[in-house]
């Protein structure tokens, strides 16, 4: 059962602490997005990357947030440091290259910054 | 820049009854548009996917279309059953720089009634 695996689902954190979320992505995808869901903004995308580079990270804000793929496995986001408005929730999604290929999403990361 | 827009916001019909669920999109130079649900406090199940090359997709009750040249997709749910309660987003899929990028709507919250 081919999924895409977020951990932590809920993390709750002081401001000011590093927060880190992991994202395997379906094996042979090699497309990862993450994106943060919030009321009022809807779903915005954050950073992507493609075979392994980041293609587009204008979405992040460049002074607290980034975001890495170690290897075709592991995708991470980090912010440090946080604040009380870098709380949402944190999707990472994988697809393959293609027109006919769908998005699968994870579940989601549910960060709240006290 | 793409915008994606999904009307109407909310929408609640009794069980039984057919409905349409618009997206209209700003940019038709799109990849392909995919619909997705997500129930509350979860993430996105994947619903559809149309190729740019194709008016039109079917999975069970549910048929998509797609008119690229006029920005536009309908989800036709037929049938309502109380289990489609969720939200619903499309997602349109902008070819840019070599890869792929999705863009959402701020989705339609669809409550069926029993």
């Known amino acids: 059962d081919a999924r895409v695996t977020q951990t932590p689902r809920h993390k709750v954190t002081e401001m000011g602490q590093e927060v880190t979320m992991r994202c395997q992505p379906i094996?042979?995808?090699?497309?990862v997005f993450w994106y943060r869901q919030t009321m009022m903004q809807g779903l915005e995308l954050l950073a992507y990357?493609?075979?392994?580079?980041?293609?587009?990270d204008s979405g992040m804000p460049k002074d607290r947030f980034s975001a890495e793929m170690p290897d075709a496995t592991l995708a991470t986001l980090k912010i440090q440091p946080s604040e009380p408005r870098d709380s949402a929730v944190y999707f990472c999604a994988s697809a393959r290259t293609g027109s006919d290929t769908e998005a699968f999403f994870g579940q989601g990361t549910r960060l709240t910054v006290v | 820049k793409q915008e994606v827009t999904q009307i109407p916001a909310a929408l609640s019909v009794p069980e039984g009854e057919n409905l349409v669920l618009n997206c209209s999109f700003t940019?038709?130079?799109?990849?392909?548009l995919q619909w997705f649900r997500q129930d509350p406090g979860k993430g996105l199940t994947s619903l559809l996917l149309i190729q740019s090359s194709q008016r039109e997709q079917t999975s069970g009750r549910l048929n998509a279309s797609l008119d690229k040249s006029s920005g536009r997709s309908t989800l036709y749910i037929a049938a309502s059953q109380p289990g489609d309660s969720a939200t619903y987003l499309c997602?349109?899929?902008?070819?840019?720089?070599?890869?792929?990028?999705?863009?959402f709507g701020q989705g339609t919250r669809l409550t069926i009634n029993p």
């Open positions: 940019d038709s130079a799109i990849y392909n």
């Open positions: 094996l042979g995808h090699n497309t």
């Open positions: 997602a349109v899929n902008l070819l840019g720089r070599g890869a792929q990028k999705l863009v």
């Open positions: 990357f493609r075979n392994r580079a980041p293609l587009d």
